[in-house]
């Protein structure tokens, strides 16, 4: 497979800072702030810290589902953090201790609740305004099965089919290789689901598909890491039946462009405070008030 010799761990791992490929400047073995910086906070009770990965969609797309019902205690401001460095501020890690985006403020209380982790955040949501978790046992039980199956699915796509399909210094075969069966097998597994219920839980949209669809959903129309022909992504077809679906959807159309930096001005909201932002703040409008 390979020309290189073989690897052969020592017997005390030390760190290599040269190693880390293109992240090598924000990786490093150990966790805490590198430096002090204060978060900013807006006027709404919650408050966004995050940057428009598929982990910090799953937030902001539950938080614009939660205002398209009704919930006008789901009005959020929406922080852009940067994973270049911001993560590690002494703000950030006060809320978020393990450094990642989403992290999320609910100051709506007489004390201030973190909540960190994607997963958390959307729970959390669902329990505080009534919505998007099924309610018979059975269904609700459904919802966080497939919740936490993209939980414990995603780091294997990301940081690791993603990681060393995409990113890593140097190609190695046997990394790929691995990380893409394991992928395809996640694809497959939520395919066959997909083709007995029309949403994960066998209800209605839920938590679950608001977690599922910015990483499969994704990587299903070819946006995670020009993989889609590679992978062979259209036999998946009822997970593109249902990506298309979910797609439609206007909160999803909103929540997706929040604190994205990257692609099409148009499809750039870098801060959300006001649901007029999207109107008035993406950064095609913000070029055009800045030529005239």
Same mark, same amino acid.
Request: overall charge neutral.
């Given at each position: 497979?390979?020309?290189?010799? =073989? ?19 924000i990786n490093?073995?150990? =966790? ?7 978060l900013p ?35 959020? *401001? ?24 989403? &992290?999320?403020?609910? @100051? ?12 958390? /955040? ?8 009534? &919505?998007?978790?099924?309610?018979? @046992? ?15 699915? =995603? ?12 990113? =890593?210094?140097?190609? /190695? ?43 499969y959903g ?30 439609? @959807?206007?909160?999803?159309? @909103? ?18 405070? *006001? ?15 800045? &030529?005239?």
């Amino acid at each position: 497979m390979t020309d290189a010799p =073989a690897y052969e761990p020592p017997k005390v791992w030390t760190w290599n800072k040269e190693s880390g490929g293109r992240f090598a400047n924000i990786n490093r073995p150990i =966790a805490g702030p590198t430096h002090e910086k204060e978060l900013p906070v807006g006027r709404h009770p919650l408050q966004l810290y995050s940057l428009a990965t598929p982990n910090g969609q799953k937030a902001t797309i539950m938080l614009e589902e939660l205002l398209a019902l009704g919930h006008s205690g789901a009005e959020y *401001d929406a922080w852009l953090i940067k994973i270049d460095g911001d993560q590690f501020g002494s703000g950030f890690v006060a809320v978020n201790p393990n450094s990642k985006i989403p &992290a999320l403020m609910d @100051r709506s209380g007489p004390e201030p609740i973190r909540v960190f982790e994607s997963g958390s /955040i959307l729970l959390y949501l669902a329990e505080k305004f009534g &919505a998007l978790l099924p309610t018979d @046992r059975k269904t609700r039980t459904e919802c966080l099965n497939w919740l936490f199956w993209q939980m414990g699915s =995603a780091p294997y796509l990301g940081g690791g089919f993603g990681h060393f399909y995409a990113y =890593a210094p140097t190609k /190695i075969e046997y990394a790929i290789d691995r990380f893409a069966m394991e992928v395809k097998r996640q694809l497959d597994v939520l395919d066959r689901r997909l083709a007995e219920v029309e949403y994960l839980s066998g209800g209605e949209y839920s938590i679950a598909d608001i977690a599922v669809w910015p990483w499969y959903g994704g990587l299903a129309k070819g946006l995670l890491y020009g993989s889609g022909e590679f992978l062979s992504v259209q036999e998946y077809k009822n997970v593109l039946r249902w990506t298309d679906q979910i797609a439609k @959807r206007p909160a999803v159309k @909103r929540g997706r462009i929040v604190n994205r930096i990257s692609g099409d001005p148009a499809s750039q909201l870098h801060e959300r405070h *006001d649901a007029s932002d999207f109107e008035t703040r993406t950064q095609d409008k913000i070029g055009q008030a800045a &030529a005239s």
